[in-house]
């Protein structure tokens, strides 16, 4: 039973479904940030559907359909940067808010910094913490009440995670660490 609840957490908390869940409750609470609907359903297109595509995709995609938890975690983690970068392009493009300028450089920095700790310098930080911690920072700085549930579902994810063995101590503190440097870096220039 405990391996299926923390199972249960894990594939609930994935970053395209937090993201989903973040675009949905900042559309409730805060409209104004989208400037319109159009831009609500970019952000679920480019931060949800796109990168969640990578679990079906990797067993078409030679390079990855052979490497098991890895390909799909390499791919996942193309296939959300090209997400979090169409979503820029679409602001450029839209004339989006400043905030939703905020939001997918969020995500694509991020995500940017994730897939440069894993690449090149050889240290895994958590994609999954980073991707409960970025929506929470987010929520919490454009006003949405998220702070309290958004530890306790963090602190959930984590205990998940290192129950099945899937992350260190480390690196989660590093997942959770980078989304949240980011948006502090983008508030303070933007």
Known sequence: MKSKIMKIIRVATVAPIMALLTMLLLFFYRKSIFGNTINLFLSILFLTVLPLLAYPLQ?????Y??????????????????????????????????????IYLEYLLSGL???AFTK??????????CGVAGPIALM???GVPALIPGILLL?????????????TFGQLVGGTVIPIAVLILLVNII
Request: charge should be positive; proline fraction near 3%; include cysteine.
């Open 59 to 63: 067993r078409f995609m030679p390079h």
């Open 65 to 102: 359909k052979d490497q098991g938890r890895k390909g799909q975690r390499n791919l996942a983690i193309v296939f959300a940067v090209l997400g979090y970068l169409f979503g820029c392009i679409s602001c450029f493009f839209s004339k989006a808010p400043i905030t939703m300028w905020i």
């Open 113 to 115: 910094l994730i897939f």
């Open 120 to 129: 090149f310098f050889h240290r895994k930080a958590s994609g999954h913490s």
């Open 140 to 142: 919490v700085t454009l």
């Open 155 to 167: 602190a959930l994810v984590c205990w998940a995670s290192i129950s099945m063995k899937r992350h």
